[in-house]
Nanobody
Framework: QVQLEESGGGLVQAGGSLRLSCAAS????????LAWFRQAPGKQRELVAA???????YYADSVKGRFTIFRDNAKGTVFLQMNSLKPEDTDVHYC????????????WGQGTQVTVSS
């Protein structure tokens, strides 16, 4: 029902910023709950930030105050603004989506690499 495509990853120096984008297909984008996950080598997948269809947000403790998730329903895109980046933020970021009444994220993008150098 929806296809997701991430972009915006890259190499950045510690303390710098990146903005990740996730473009979605379909005409019902507004009804989806969206999230960003990340997974680094040797680590478990982590929920970074989430935003509901009504724009309520959630952030992992590790990124509160540094990252911001927001969505543009007209463009069918969800963003993750990443500020004050740290080397430990190095990972692959994945965009995910779900739709009520489903509780698990069941649509996934291919991922985009974020590398933070010290």
């Amino acid at each position: 029902q929806v296809q997701l495509e991430e972009s915006g990853g890259g190499l950045v120096q510690a303390g710098g910023s990146l903005r990740l984008s996730c473009a979605a297909s379909g005409r019902t984008f507004y009804s989806y709950h969206l999230a960003w996950f990340r997974q680094a080598p040797g680590k478990q997948r982590e929920l970074v930030a989430a935003i509901t269809s009504t724009a309520s947000t959630y952030y992992a403790d590790s990124v509160k105050g540094r990252f911001t998730i927001f969505r543009d329903n007209a463009k069918g895109t969800v963003f993750l603004q990443m500020n004050s980046l740290k080397p430990e933020d190095t990972d692959v970021h994945y965009c995910a989506a779900r739709q009520t009444p489903i509780n698990d994220y069941n649509y996934w993008g291919q991922g985009t690499q974020v590398t933070v150098s010290s």
